[in-house]
C-alpha cells in the first residue's frame, strides 16, 4: 500500500511552484521577457569558468577509476581537507579532514544534521520569516520545527520570542544567515546574543543544544562586507553549505557539513553523518563534481548583477512609499505589501506581469518575496510596470 | 545530544571494509599486485568512452544554466523520457516519463521505493544471501527486514520457507538478481512462482504487496544470456537501477526507480518519490551526470573482463573440489567453503594472500565471496596461490 503520510501532501501545492507555473504559461502568451518573474530563486550567472575548465581537465586527464570510483562513505578525502584548509584560512575556525563531511547540496547537509543531533520528539527552533521546505527537513525526522515569531523591522531576532520558546526539549537551532527570504544577514551582536543564550541554555537544561547553520548565501552579500560565521561564535556548531549559489550549480547537488571542532563529539560527528547515509540512500555526491569544486574552492561566479539588482529595486520600492529593510545579501528582498492582505496584493500585481511572492508560507504574512536572480534589463523594465501597479491600486 | 541510534553502530564494522583494509596494509608490505584482494565489489573497467565525450561536450557546449541548474525534483524530464523508452524498447514495458524517478544511483533507488510503499512496522522480505546493507535501507524507515534463507543449492529462492514467512504484514519483497553476492540469475520460473505467489497473497490479505527489484548488475550476465526482467512479471513492481556497475560509474551516484504502468497508484508513485525527497534531503543526482548518462543510455562499459575471470575462477574451484554454482552474472561467484566454519576458511587463506569474504553477513554461513572485478592477470597468479592454499590447508 502507498505510504499515507507521503501521499497526503500531493494536495498541499507549493505557492511559489504555483505562481512560476502561471509565469511560464503567461510567458507563451506575451513572450517570458515581458513577465517579471521574481518567482523563483534559482541563479542567474553561469558557474564560474574555471569550474567548468576542472571538469573538462578531469574527464580528459584523470584514471577513471579515480574519477569515478567510490566515494570513501564521508565523501572524496582530499576534497574534505581541502574544505577544511579553505574555511579554516577564511574564518578562523581550526577544521580539520575529519570534520568535513560531503553532502547533495545544503538540503543533503541539513538532513543529515539534524538526524545526527535531534531524536524523534525533540524541538528544533527555527526562526521566522524562513525557507518553507524546512517544515519537511526537520518534520520528516520525526523532531518538530517550532518557529519564532520574525522580527519585522529588521529581520533580525526576535528574542522575547526565543526566549518564551526556549524549554528543555529543544535539541537544535536552526538558523540561515544571509537569510531566504528577508535578505537580512545576522549582525555579529545578534549571533554573539543567541550564541550566549544558547550556552546559557545548555547549562540550565545540562545537555548538548547545536546550532545548524544554513549558510548557501554566504558569498552573496552587498555594500563590500562580509557574513559573520556563525560557528566562530559557538562550539556546537554544524555549518550546512551548498556551492549552489556560489558556483551557480544548484543540479549538481554539491555541499557539505563543516563540524566545529570543539563540539561534542567532533570527531565522530561525521562519521555518525555517515551511518545515517546508509538509511536514507544518500552515499555521496558526484564524484566528479566534488574534485572540481575541489579545485575552485575559494571562487565565486560573478556574483556582482545580484547586488546590482537589489539596489535598482531597494531604491525604486523606497521611492514608492514601500516599508523595505536593505538586504545585506543573498538575491531577496523582502517589502511589506501595501495592504495587510499579501496574498491579495500579490494577486493585483498579476495584472501588471509581476510575479512575486506573498510571505504568508514564510511565516511573515503581510510580506512578500522577490528573487531578483533575473537579468538586470528586466529588472530595469519592471520599474515602470512597478511604478503603474502602485499608482492604479494604491494611489489612484 | 548526539542521536545514540546511530552513535550505536559505530562500534560495529564491516567485515569486507576490515578485509579491504588488511589487503591494502598488507600491500604496502608486498606490494598490491601480489595480494589476492576478493574483497570489494568496485568495477575494475573504465567507464565508456562515450560517457566521457558526452561531458566534455556538454560542459563545452551547453548552456551552463541548462547543465547546472535545478533539475525538476523527479529529475531532468528529458532524460527520464530517454529511460522510459530504453526501457521500453528492451523489456517491453510500457513505460511513460512520469513513471521514472532519478536517483542517487541503486541506494536512492532502495531509500525511496521502501518508504513509498511500507510504513513503519510493515515487514519487508528478502531472501539470503543478500547484501548486508540492506538491513540500514531497510530498518532505517521503520520496517523490518526478515530474511528468507537460502537455496543453497542453485541460490534461486526457497519457496517452502518464503511460504512460512508471508504474512498479512508484509508490504513488499526485495530481490536482487544477478545475485549480489551468489552471482545467481533468477529464472523466468522462479521469478513467475514468486509473482504467483505476491499475486495469490494480495488477494488473500486484501492489500498490495509490491516487488521491490534492485537491478544494478543487470546488464553483467554471462554465457550469451539475458537477464528476465521482474517487473515484466508482475504489476505492482519498482526496478531499482544504478548504473555504477554498467558503466562504471560508481561515484557519480546516478539511477533510477521505474514504476510499472500497471502498479497501483502508478500515476503518483513518483510524485510520492519527489516529497520522499524534501525530507531525506536527496533532491536529485547530478544534473550533467543525468545528462551524460541519457546521451549513452544503451551503452556499457566492456563488461567482458567479468566473464574472463568468472570462468577461470570456476574452472579452478571446479578442479579443486569445491562446491560452487556457475554465476549466471554479476562479479561475484560464492562457493562452499572447505570446512563448516567460513570465517575459520578465509583466515587461512590469508596466509596466502587471499582475501575472501566470509558470508555469515551475507545470510550464508559457510560460503565465502569472491569480487572478480580485478586484473585478469592478476586472477591468474591467483590461482597458484589457491592451489597451495587448498593443497597444504585441506588435502595435506
Known amino acids: 500500500m502507498i505510504n499515507e503520510f507521503y501521499k497526503a501532501r500531493l494536495g498541499g501545492k507549493s505557492v511559489i511552484r504555483e505562481l512560476s507555473e502561471y509565469a511560464t504559461a503567461r510567458g507563451q502568451e506575451i513572450g517570458y521577457e515581458n513577465v517579471f518573474d521574481y518567482s523563483l530563486g534559482n541563479p542567474s550567472v553561469p558557474v564560474a569558468d574555471d569550474y567548468t575548465k576542472a571538469m573538462i581537465r578531469l574527464h580528459e586527464e584523470s584514471d577513471p577509476m579515480d574519477l569515478h570510483g567510490y566515494s570513501p562513505s564521508l565523501g572524496n578525502t582530499a576534497v574534505r581537507g581541502i574544505v577544511a584548509d579553505s574555511l579554516k584560512r577564511r574564518f578562523g575556525v581550526p577544521y580539520e579532514t575529519k570534520h568535513i563531511f560531503m553532502t547533495s547540496g545544503a538540503a543533503g547537509a541539513i538532513a543529515h544534521a539534524l538526524r545526527a543531533v535531534t531524536k524523534p520528539g525533540d524541538t528544533v527552533l527555527g526562526f521566522a520569516p524562513f525557507f518553507p521546505e524546512y517544515m519537511p527537513y526537520v518534520n520528516d525526522t520525526g523532531a518538530v520545527l517550532r518557529l519564532v515569531p520574525a522580527d519585522t523591522e529588521h529581520f533580525q531576532i526576535n528574542f522575547d520570542e526565543l526566549e518564551k520558546l526556549f524549554d528543555d526539549n529543544v535539541a537544535a537551532v536552526l538558523i540561515n544567515s544571509p537569510n531566504n527570504p528577508s535578505g537580512a544577514v545576522y549582525s ?18 545540562g545537555h548538548d543544544i547545536f546550532l545548524i547553520s544554513d549558510e548557501p548565501y554566504r558569498e552573496i552579500v552587498f555594500d563590500g562586507k562580509t557574513v559573520p560565521y556563525p560557528s566562530a561564535f559557538y562550539d556546537n556548531s554544524l555549518s550546512c553549505y551548498s556551492f549552489s549559489k556560489s ?12 563540524v566545529n571542532p570543539k563540539a561534542t563529539d567532533a570527531d565522530i560527528l561525521a562519521i555518525i553523518f555517515g551511518q545515517i547515509s546508509r538509511g536514507i540512500g544518500h552515499n555521496c555526491p558526484s564524484s566528479s563534481v566534488q574534485q572540481a569544486v575541489a579545485q575552485v574552492i ?5 556574483l556582482s548583477v545580484y547586488e546590482t539588482n537589489m539596489n535598482l529595486l531597494y531604491d525604486m520600492l523606497i521611492r514608492l512609499g514601500f516599508t523595505v529593510e536593505r538586504p545585506g545579501g543573498t538575491f531577496y528582498i523582502f517589502p511589506k505589501a501595501l495592504e495587510d492582505d499579501a496574498v491579495a496584493f500579490c494577486k493585483k500585481a498579476l495584472a501588471y506581469d509581476l510575479i512575486l511572492v506573498p510571505a504568508d508560507s514564510f511565516g511573515a504574512p ?16 519592471s520599474i515602470g510596470a512597478f511604478e503603474k501597479f502602485v499608482k492604479e491600486e494604491y494611489k489612484g
Open 188 to 205: 555579529e551582536a545578534t549571533l554573539k546574543r543567541l550564541c550566549d543564550l544558547m550556552r546559557q541554555k545548555q547549562k540550565e537544561y
Open 247 to 258: 558556483l551557480s550549480l544548484p543540479g549538481e547537488r554539491i555541499g557539505y557539513v563543516a
Open 298 to 302: 575559494d571562487e565565486t561566479s560573478d
Open 366 to 381: 503581510g510580506f512578500f518575496r522577490m528573487a531578483y536572480c533575473i537579468d538586470t534589463e528586466k529588472v530595469k523594465r
